[in-house]
């Protein structure tokens, strides 16, 4: 089992650019859900999905939409890139027992 | 007041030592209590997860959980340098019914040889 999977790796955009983020699980997990980490902020919660065609807002939802494809896959969109969007992102997922896997992240930098 | 509350070091322990991490949380409804270990340029990591007061071993890790103290702590005996990390606390949003953490600065530790 891959677990959870994210692509791209890195990524550059310049200001105003948009790009979507790909997540992806393979362990049948209800929940997934989209964080942001930045220094000193440490992990930020974007947004998730309890479970497959629902999706809710997170602390830091502004700039940022998603769509729950389908039970494996949960994307992430930025319409408008900001330099203020520049972070690491990381896509988790979990079953009943609220353990969360994470995905390797995507090194994002909008210049 | 932050919600989750983590030294943030660094930690400093000789190799072979306990290593003590602690953690304090404000939400008095949370169950279920999680630590992540985090190298330097990978991805958070589930270590432990404990719902019960008291402690909980696996291998050289033992979690504690105190309710009433709001304080859950990580132990890790016989400290190796592949332990050097940050260790990132990360309890269960109480009364919500999707597995929403909300996770500390983390701490930095340091296993020296």
């Known amino acids: 089992n891959a677990g959870v999977t994210q692509t791209p790796k890195f990524q550059v955009l310049k200001t105003g650019q948009s790009m979507t983020l790909q997540c992806a699980q393979d362990m049948n997990h209800n929940s997934m859900y989209w964080y942001r980490q930045d220094p000193g902020m440490g992990l930020r919660l974007i947004y998730y999905?309890?479970?497959?065609?629902?999706?809710d807002k997170g602390e830091v939802p502004n700039g940022y939409n998603v769509s729950r494809l389908n039970k494996r896959e949960f994307s992430l969109r930025l319409e408008s890139a900001a330099p203020s969007q520049t972070s690491v992102y990381f896509c988790a997922s979990s079953a009943e027992s609220y353990e969360q896997y994470f995905g390797p992240g995507t090194r994002l930098t909008v210049t | 007041q932050k919600e989750v509350e983590q030294n943030s070091g660094p930690l400093s322990v000789p190799e072979g030592a306990i290593a003590s991490l602690n953690c304090t949380y404000s939400?008095?409804?949370?169950?279920?209590f999680f630590w992540y270990r985090q190298y330097s340029g990978k991805s958070p990591e589930l270590i432990m997860s404990i719902y019960s007061n008291g402690d909980k071993e696996d291998g050289r890790f033992t979690a504690q959980l105190n309710k009433a103290s709001q304080y859950v702590s990580l132990l890790i005996r016989d400290s190796q340098p592949s332990d050097s990390a940050t260790y990132l606390c990360a309890p269960k949003a109480g009364g919500t019914s999707y597995g929403k953490l909300t996770f500390g600065q983390g701490t930095i530790l340091t296993v020296h040889p």
């Open positions: 939400d008095r409804v949370s169950q279920s």
């Open positions: 999905s309890a479970s497959e065609g629902t999706t």
